[in-house]
């Protein structure tokens, strides 16, 4: 659908909110997001550009995360274990009993 005005300021969020669970039904059936603009506007639901509208996609799982696992609750101070950490050595590097010669001073045959 070809709209020549634009929306008024946040009139897209509007709309979304209108048709947000809609769009989420549609979402969980794996439709992409381009497929769910058309069909919207179509419609007549929306009337925001397919921009506006991925856009405001990618904020809405920005802000409200699908289906995150809940977290498990902290395990108090005093029933931790002591924290064991590894011990670790400084790394060595040996130099080689050979050094590399001055290059002012060393033969070139001398060097392979």
Do not use: W
């Amino acid at each position: 659908m070809l709209h020549s005005e634009r929306l008024r300021k946040q009139m897209a969020k509007i709309q979304y909110k209108a048709c947000k669970e809609t769009i989420e039904s549609m979402l969980a059936q794996d439709f992409n997001p381009k497929l769910i603009h058309e069909k919207l506007t179509a419609a007549g639901l929306i009337t925001m550009a397919y921009t506006s509208f991925t856009q405001i996609l990618r904020n809405a799982e920005r802000t409200f995360p699908a289906a995150k696992p809940p977290k498990a609750a902290p395990v108090p101070v005093e029933n931790r274990p002591p924290a064991v950490r590894p011990q670790r050595q400084p790394g060595i590097i040996k130099a080689e009993s050979k050094t590399f010669p001055d290059p002012r001073t060393m033969n070139p045959n001398d060097s392979y």
